[in-house]
């Protein structure tokens, strides 16, 4: 199995390269650039294009693109144009963010979503199914934008419950109780939001898993030996019908920070996705690159992983 | 294993589709709504809107000022006026400003604040007197050193911002200075503690509203003069504790979203009444509520004005307006531009060359009704490419191109355009179909609807119009297009933002890259000049000039002023002594709140 992983790791640095030619070019591609955002009268246009030269813009593609890995390989992804800060402390910032919304999401969503997939899958067709059924239906088609301003306009503005903007108040100092709990107070809202659309797919693999695992031959030869039927789901169902989950598990973990750009938007929540598409509406070049290449980083990581999960928790699957 | 992977497949290709659709969706759903009624909104009275909220409740002892910052995105944080670049820092940094001089009339330079102006026409000299005995928010005494580092910082060869520009290079020395040649700029003389003397290459009317290379504001030398110019922009100097000369200091900052200030206890009017401010940035889908629900005092920049309707009947808020300092306007293409030798190329065989064709397109917009229906009249027809704020030099006289599509008819029948094949769209003066190509900027819902509409009032005078790419065109393309005379843009839709020198020989002269019309007269040339020569030093003989200005572009119809623009800032009821007046005395110190917490609507 090592053997498979380092070869898998290799493979990535060719794939990766691709990658980052693609998304060079493309990024190239898009009409304007960092600069054109700034024509106003006010702005001399001789300025405009020296800082243009400066920042190399100019040169041919390749010029461009091989300053560019040579600096990446030194890990030095270059100075974002927008913010006029260095792409690494730009991200690192925001992946933090982000980091934390999507850990909150995902223990919310296992936390809601197993114990309804389990008992609606164990009492099929119960008046408790059926809601189940039901919830999963709504949440699976309410579009995340309405509900995210949904949840904003009742908890946050009729209510008042719940701050309605921003990652923390900015009355704390950093490393205080007061500044960690009023986090995690500003993490409630977009994170039950990203749970709430979140739980669907993973109620209804549950569900189905469970249903068809009441059939199956271990189920009946453990009740046949007399196995409480509290200790048949909790033993041997809940094992085996959580495997499409940990399928995902790799996914879900490198998927942390990547971010939703509607509900960083919605709920003023400096974050991954929101930067992402910021810097694409001002052809940050800088950002767009570092930011695929992560991302496509991060899911060749995501599917490592999962493989290496599944061939844990499964014993038929062998990596070779 | 199979058969689950492909139930994977479809949730996942069902979730995308979801997402996607949300995508097209996204900043359009607070449009909904509005135009699905039916009725027909009523016409705002733009002179109707108050420029201060005076408010006559008593205060409270100090108290915190909440704004929003209405931004989708965070705000960047370069809090040093010689760096920062966008409206949103802007905002912030007025609380904290190092301004020199404060604005009169026209916008010209008044001597009531921190700096006296005095210029020397003949000798082409300024020179600056600051006042004695004011202090930086640290306390450091501030001297004429912090009135000349701002320049050293701008003429600086790594000097990263955009400042180092044509009317920089005016001021003697500075060449040599960013060249690396000079340690100093010679042209920049400290006289003694209090008075800088400044000399420059030429002198123009400009110099009195803060161009031709003068620098209008300090910076704090004893903080800023280790730090290399390069680093400054990422240094904490500038991103997190600058030292001020304004009404408040950045206290905390939660980067990119909220800022905390107190009140400078060293400002030099005197201690602010309230305690603190806090800044943080607010979604535009959301902004209207947070007024709602008395989360914001007051709304910056400003709102949009095509979501007013969101706001107007709220109880617990004061919607103050003012004229923008800007206007939009339809450009119709004349010619190229040349880059090797760096000027306009007029190009007379360009679609729309004749000049009753352009007035045609423009007597047959129906701007009113767009203004009055779609924008509830935050917008109004134009007249001129001078806003009517710089009252000195707005031509009220013009008539403009008022909406008349008899007299587009008859102009077109006139010059030889004539529908010979009976299609219902005319056809060239030599027989051959005439398409239109108009190129405009994607945005809202609105526009869409809007762009429509005018195609159809085209269509009703007889001229086929087609947008260029079929459809509205995201603004870094449309620039892109425009800029480069993309051979399918007969005309284009886009806005000026005037700054407060109105001077328009920067956008419409045969050097401009910005004279995206690429149109050039000598007779134009001749006028552009005289705005801002050495006899315009005199403001009625300035003032001539700029009239003469907007009577050729009227005639010349190139470029044609559609709209002025009404800004609208909503200000919380409990807000004492606030004011947009450009012409106002109240300033921030003067500020006061009536309650603890802002008002909520009832």
Known sequence: MWKTIVRRVLVMIPQLFVLSLLIFGLAKLMPGDPFTGMITPQTDPNVIEELREKAGLNDPWYVQYYHWIVNAFHGDFGDSYAFKDSVSSLIGERALNTFWLSLFTVLLVYLIAIPLGIYAGRFQNSLFDKGTVLYSFVTYAIPTFVLGLLILFFFGYKLDWFPTSGSVDVKYDAGTWGYFMSKLYHLILPGFTGAILGTTSVIQYLRSEVIDAKTQDYVKTARSKGVPMKKIYSKHIFRNSLLPIAAFLGFTITGLLGGSIFIETIFGYPGMGQLFIESLGQRDYSVITALVMLFGFLSLLGSLLSDIIMSIVDPRIRIE | ?602
């Open chain 2, 1 to 602: 294993m199979k058969k689950r992977s492909r139930l994977l497949l479809t949730v996942l290709a069902a979730l995308m589709l979801v997402l996607a659709a949300c995508s097209g969706n996204g900043d359009t759903s607070k449009d909904t709504g509005k135009d699905s009624g039916g009725k027909a909104p009523e016409k705002v009275d733009t002179s109707k809107f108050p420029l201060t909220q005076e408010n006559n409740d008593e205060a409270i002892k100090g108290g915190t000022l909440k704004v929003g910052l209405q931004s989708d995105g965070p705000f960047k944080g370069m809090f040093l006026y010689e760096l920062y670049e966008d409206a949103y820092d802007a905002e912030i940094l007025a609380y904290t400003s190092n301004s020199l001089f404060p604005t009169k009339e026209d916008f010209l330079l008044d001597d009531t604040g921190l700096g006296k102006l005095s210029v020397d026409e003949g000798a082409k000299k300024a020179t600056i007197t600051i006042q004695k005995d004011v202090k930086w928010s640290d306390g450091k005494p501030f001297t004429a050193d912090d009135v000349i580092y701002p320049y050293l910082i701008i003429g600086n060869k790594d000097y990263t911002g955009v400042r180092y520009d044509a009317n920089f290079q005016n001021i003697v020395g500075a060449k040599e200075y960013h060249a690396g040649k000079a340690k100093d700029i010679s042209g920049i003389k400290k006289v003694d503690d209090h008075t800088v003397e400044i000399s420059f290459h030429k002198i123009s009317p400009a110099i009195y509203s803060g161009g031709d290379g003068l620098w209008g504001y300090a910076a704090p030398k004893h903080q800023l003069k280790d730090i290399a110019i390069k680093d400054l922009q990422k240094s904490d100097a500038v991103r997190k504790n600058p030292v001020t000369l304004g009404a408040f200091v950045i206290n905390k900052i939660v980067k990119g979203e909220s800022v905390e200030m107190v009140a400078n206890k060293n400002y030099w009017k005197g201690q602010p009444k309230i305690d603190k401010v806090v800044i943080s940035t607010v979604s535009s889908a959301t902004a209207a509520e947070a007024m709602k629900t008395g989360k914001f005092d007051v709304l910056a920049p400003n709102y949009p004005a095509n979501d007013y309707s969101a706001i107007k009947d709220l109880n617990n808020i004061t919607v103050l307006g003012r004229p923008e300092l800007a206007y939009s306007y339809i450009g119709f293409k004349q010619g190229k531009w040349d880059s090797k030798k760096g000027e306009v190329v007029v190009d007379e065989n360009a679609k729309l060359s004749d000049p009753n064709l352009r007035k045609a397109i423009a007597y047959g917009m129906d701007v009113e009704t767009v203004a009055e229906q779609y924008y509830e009249g935050l917008r109004s027809r134009g007249n001129s490419l001078i806003p009517p704020v710089f009252s000195a030099y707005y031509d009220d006289t013009l008539e403009g191109y008022k909406y008349d599509p008899e007299k587009a008819k008859k102009l077109l029948d006139d010059a030889g355009y004539k529908d010979k094949d009976n299609d219902g769209y005319r056809e060239d003066k030599d027989g051959k179909p005439l398409t239109i190509n108009l190129a405009g900027m994607a945005g809202s819902d609105k526009d869409n609807k809007i762009v429509q509409y005018y195609i159809q009032n085209w269509k009703e005078v007889g001229l086929k119009v087609e947008l260029t790419t079929g459809r509205l065109i995201e603004f870094n393309a449309f620039y892109d297009k425009v800029k480069a005379d993309d051979k399918d843009i007969d005309m284009y839709m886009a806005a000026w933002g005037t700054g407060t020198d109105p001077s328009p020989i920067g956008l419409y002269s045969k050097k401009a890259s910005f004279n995206y019309a690429r149109w050039t007269t000598p007779e134009l040339e001749k006028q552009l000049e005289a705005i801002d020569s050495k006899e315009a030093l005199d403001n009625d003989y300035r003032a001539e000039a700029f009239r003469k200005w907007q009577e050729t572009m009227y005639e010349d119809a190139v470029t044609v002023p559609t709209y002025f623009r009404t800004e609208l800032i909503p200000v919380n009821k409990r807000v004492k002594n606030w004011s947009i007046d450009y012409l106002s005395k109240i300033t921030l110190e003067q500020v006061e709140l009536t309650a603890d917490e802002p008002i909520k609507n009832q």
